[in-house]
């Protein structure tokens, strides 16, 4: 039988892959690219880009292709026996990667390309690579070299068993609740929750620490002893503080293991921590500019903050009777302040909000701003809820259209499936140096949200709206690009802190009337969103903006004084203590242990990263005020801004680095203002 990781003719066979299949198909993947691998560092191979992307870059992107469908699968479909085949392929995939990029030979060849002989894109990815073969340790030596590469096969296995216990311990809570405790959750939560516990043979409510159950319950539940019980369990996972029986998850030792891997690698190539060594390829030019950042944003943000805890507190006090609240009656408090303060709940705008209705509201906006088609179509998947599309730009001569790149599109959270939000490849756009046809991009979007209830579309809260958004601009960063030369087309080669701009850029679209309008349709009625909600769901839009902006800077200053002035062998508790003193209005209980499940810098990419999502909304809320300058009448859109945006952002990728796209499309440096004036924190006289 044909292996179905072996072919590289059209999209991944989803449904044929087996967990039986990984490791003969590496093994030939990995035999071909170290041919390639050896071929092209032989002396008599001439130092010429095309020469070398004809038969490393071929071999080594179809190892990527294949490794990246299983890293899919492992992400998305987990089961222990792919589990078991994933991480026993891992370290020789790693080990080849590892080799790869730091070998002298082909580090030579590199340096001996004549840059003059490049396209623009061409020498863009040169640099990059150059610049990539130092910080993969090229230039180490003896030992030191070997030590290296010792150093990513022990971090590649750290990481992944960090993710598998943060998916084990959510996976392993259920708590079936009676009717009675359940007082005050939403009607569509209690179906959901009753069909699962019927589905595990169970009477009453399977409650589970998935946010779409997790999340109601603590805004809704009327019971605080249920409110803690879920709280306790959540912010406990993966921890020591986890009841007994889901200790065996805890990432304690897998946090100081990973960061003192880290601190080493950083070191062995000069550096003097780990912070120093992540932002070299990134746009911040130090951790003191990143950390400078982010106590300035805290100092602006904190008056906001502080007056959102005292709104809280006196509601809680006067309205429900709580004088002293407890971590688990935030999330309650602030729901019901919410309500009472701008007439509406979550719950109620769900409503309004069908998978089916917001996916085609999505696709219009996309397709009149950015001048494509999105049409559903048809390929192999891993999972009967997820979906295929198309995206086409029409022909200007009335010829057919073409095909611009093509998505897969996962909502739904469930059991084997790795929690939150991401985007990621499945292949770049890329004029083959093999067959000399252009490539085009394909990419997965992943979420979490609520399935399916009793025969009722699946229905979205605003912020899970928001997260599509979201994802499907990093989708469009990816799909859109015009570049032809894999390395820089699309997300690749974008800086990681400007990675954020376009999907955060998205996110903005989701509070104007002219595009939310399209996207709504009541689940029972068909009405539209009436425009008084929609009022109102926009008075409430910067609802404690200062408490939610202090805690994105506490995740991101704690990240990156973990990775820069923290001691790998000590517990990580106390650093966080200290981050929380300074910018946070609210401190947890001692024993929340959140870190151990912060998957972004432990499994993520994001170690000493984080901040990337301010540093990036800086950018993209100046990106979309070019929007708001130049909007009609009618408040739609500027097709002639978008037509700007795409071409000067979207297409351009990672071909030239992001501050030149930025000013490409503002004709300026980005400002904060911007930033300050979406999230309601203007000091107003």
Known sequence: MTNPLLSFDDLPAFDQIRPEHIEPALEQLLTQANQALESVTAPAFEAKWDNMARVLDVATEQLSRAWGAVSHLNSVADSPELRAAFNTALPKVTEFYTRLGADERLYAKYKAIDANTLTPEQRQAHKNALRNFVLGGAELQGAARERFAAIQELQAAASQKFSENALDATDAFAYYATLDELNGVPHDILQAAQSAAQADGKEGYKLTLKMPCYLPIMQFAKSSALREKLYRAYVTRASNQADEASQKFDNSELIKELLALRLEEAQLLGYANFATLSVVPKMAESPDKVIHFLRDLATRAKPFAEQD??????????????????????????????????????????????????????????????????????????????????????????AASTLVGQFYLDPTARNGKRGGAWMDDVRARWLRPDTHTLQTPVAHLVCNFAASVAGRPALL????????????????????????????????????????????????????????????????????????????????????????????????????????????????????????????????????????????????????????????????ADAYAAFEETMGAEGQPSLDTGRRYRQAILEAGGSRPAIESFKAFRGREPLLDALLRHQGMVQTR
């Open 309 to 398: 805890l005292a709104d809280m507190r006196s509601f809680a006090t006067e309205q429900l009777g709580l004088t002293d609240p407890q971590a688990w009656d935030w999330p309650y408090v602030s729901e019901k302040l919410k309500e009472v303060r701008y007439a509406f709940n979550e719950q109620e705008v769900k409503q309004y909000f069908p998978l089916p209705k917001v996916l085609a509201g999505l696709f219009q906006i996309v397709e009149t701003l950015f001048e494509v088609q999105i049409r559903e179509d048809h390929a192999p998947v891993w999972h009967e809820d997820v979906r295929f599309y198309r995206i086409e730009r029409a022909a200007t001569d009335g």
């Open 461 to 620: 809260t605003h912020d899970d709206v928001t997260t599509l958004f979201h994802e499907f601009g990093h989708g469009l960063h990816h799909l859109l690009t015009q570049v032809n030369e894999r390395d820089v087309s699309g997300i690749s080669g974008v800086e990681w802190d400007a990675v954020e701009l376009p999907s955060q850029f998205m996110e903005n679209f989701c509070w104007e009337w002219e595009v939310l309008k399209n996207m709504t349709s009541h689940v029972d009625t068909d009405e539209p969103l009436p425009r008084a909600l929609f009022d109102k769901m926009l008075a409430a839009k910067n609802f404690q903006s200062g408490m939610q902006t202090l805690r994105q800077i506490e995740f991101s200053l704690f990240d990156m004084l973990l990775h820069s002035a923290h001691d790998p062998a000590q517990d990580i508790m106390p650093l966080l203590q200290q981050v929380r003193d300074e910018v946070a209005v609210l401190q947890p209980p001692s024993w929340s242990r959140t870190a151990h499940t912060f998957s972004h810098i432990f499994a993520g990419g994001y170690a000493a990263g984080y901040y990337s999502y301010k540093w990036a909304e800086v950018l993209s």
